[in-house]
DNA sequence: TTGTAGGCGTTATCAA
DNA sequence: TTGATAACGCCTACAA
């Protein structure tokens, strides 16, 4: 039943009396192989089951049709869809996707940056584990010159292709919403500060007080780990046990968010009338939730095709040389019961 | 910067005036090459920057570090918990994962697994498209004795192993719990029969009837096509627009589980005293929507595992003959708001 | 238009 | 304990 060997371009050559080269070629189309031995070929290589074995090929021609996808872990709506657009735009173009989780740990995101380049890959994307600062085991790469895109969660500096949203002025536009909705004292739940993303974000954050003459309530920012839902949780009902609670709450993630509704239900208050609260990332759960959460979309989709194209784009160029290309997609604010009554 | 040649065990031996097969055996630690030998060389790979080309290895081995992964989309929270626990295993026992998505089109799980197939992944595990009834695209991988393992959407007659849960007792729970609430006439909107899960898990509501001696209306039983929220809204107003309306509803899955509660809100129904609803999955939307959805969990995580554990035992076995294992998974039901006063 | 020959990097067999 | 050699399956420069 089993180990039955695999047929090759040799099986077939011998069976119709050609040469390898030429079933190779024939295969492939090639123009110096005559109409009649490429239907011959094919129809032989269909008839005794010829499957290629694309290993060898990709050893001969020194590259593979894989690219590697690094991400901190697949539970989340972002990355999924991050990952959707990816694999989508990938497959069309014959690639597979091999993906790896760092589960935000540093040490197991070098390991795997370290077994994706073992294993070839033509090209990796990357959302950095929420531990990472330092950004050396991504250097093979571009030594090679192996296209590496980081995605979302990029590096500060590192000369190579980024897709990321302008997260200062999404943190701007949320605030800004808040405001003009009518909330005074608005606070911040955001990740950790050397994220840059976050850090971003809370830029924004602050400049649209600024902007407003609000003041900066350092109490009222508050940073957690992992920003999941206890965390959430735990920080909204912080600064709801304040002397002086706040009437909107900027979030920076949708997770948090809807923790924030939660408890804020709980508590009894009235939501968006005595506190107003706004997200991000624009996850199935914004939706869901009574009032549903008011957030900024994030384009995962979006800039999993982005991504995908860059390295195949950087895979056809022949000029070879290190690039800097940051790409920046839209973010949309979207509107929902959570600081606007209808 | 680019294009600098890999280098390879053949440097490493010239280096150390060694052989290339010295090298080769000191780097796997063979027991047949002096500690002294193993310690140069690797300290001259450390210093030489030497990284291992799996490619070649694999050709050589004629197997890979790979498990393929075929499933229909990846953002449905069932199909990123199940491939978190696939990765996570392999990840430990040293493979990778490839991703590919069918969406549901039986003729791109044929491509896809051909591309697989072609890629020589050492194993591979799929959860079947929606449309997918023929599965002669799956018998190359048993010729070869590549372990193969379907998932949840198993299909009914194929000899290999299959990872799944009792479709039949989860649905005889669901309907069951509904019943023991207090629901007497009692809804199900379910995926197309031909998918074995949706139909096992209606012959389970069929029994939990029949059992209680509840009447069966053909009228309340809806198929829908792929389960989205959509097709669930659908499906419900269609229920609750009948003269004699069901008083519960099994869904078999949450996202339709969850329409159907903004459905039957948005109509001024009171959940649970006027309309039970109970659903299937877990999916975090399950319990952030007010009133929480009842549900079936289904051990997404668990079954990722169990599958990589399949794909990983059979690789070590010698004994190489054709497998029928079929492993159940435990469900649970979960109670909430959408079926019980608190 | 087709064939010959060599090599991609690794590893297993056999010999030393 | 180490080395020489061939092979995994494919592709391409060169030759015919």
């Known amino acids: 039943?089993?180990?039955?060997?695999?047929?090759?371009?040799y099986d077939i050559a011998n069976e119709l009396n050609l040469s390898s080269s030429t079933v190779s070629r024939a295969l492939k189309n090639h123009r110096s192989i005559s109409k009649k031995t490429i239907k011959r070929v094919n129809e032989m290589a269909d008839k005794m089951g010829y499957t290629p074995n694309e290993l060898a090929s990709s050893l001969r021609?020194?590259?593979?049709k894989t690219i590697g996808v690094l991400i901190s872990r697949l539970n989340r709506p972002f990355v999924t869809s991050l990952i959707s657009g990816i694999e989508e735009t990938a497959q069309k173009a014959g690639y597979n996707v091999i993906i790896a989780q760092s589960h935000d740990s540093y040490n197991d995101e070098v390991t795997l940056a370290q077994a994706l380049y073992n294993s070839r890959v033509s090209g990796i994307i990357c959302s950095l584990a929420m531990e990472t600062t330092k950004t050396n085991h991504f250097d093979q790469f571009i030594k090679k010159d192996i296209p590496l895109v980081f995605v979302?969660?990029?590096p500060k500096d590192f000369d190579t292709y980024r897709v990321m949203i302008d997260n200062y002025s999404a943190g701007y536009k949320a605030t800004n919403h808040l405001i003009e909705m009518g909330a005074k004292r608005i606070a911040h739940i955001g990740g950790l500060k050397f994220r840059n993303i976050y850090k971003e974000r809370e830029r924004g954050y602050r400049d649209a007080l600024?902007?407003?003459n609000?003041?900066?309530d350092e109490d009222l920012i508050q940073h957690v780990k992992s920003m999941s839902y206890d965390e959430g949780e735990k920080a909204t009902n912080k600064l709801l046990d304040m002397d002086n609670p706040p009437d909107g709450i900027f979030t920076s993630n949708d997770t948090t968010g809807v923790a924030a509704i939660q408890v804020a239900k709980q508590r009894g208050l009235i939501i968006p009338d005595e506190l107003k609260i706004i997200g991000f990332n624009n996850d199935p759960?914004?939706?869901?939730?009574?009032?549903?959460?008011s957030t900024i979309s994030h384009p995962a989709y979006e800039m999993g095709k982005t991504s995908s194209k860059k390295i195949l784009k950087h895979l056809k160029k022949s000029d070879k040389k290190s690039i800097t290309e940051i790409t920046f997609l839209n973010t949309e604010i979207i509107v929902r019961g959570s600081t606007k009554t209808n």
């Open 1 to 9: 039943m089993a180990n039955n060997r695999d047929i090759t371009i």
């Open 61 to 64: 021609n020194n590259k593979t």
């Open 152 to 154: 979302d969660r990029v």
């Open 210 to 212: 600024k902007k407003h």
């Open 214 to 216: 609000l003041p900066i």
């Open 285 to 293: 759960l914004s939706q869901i939730i009574d009032p549903g959460l």
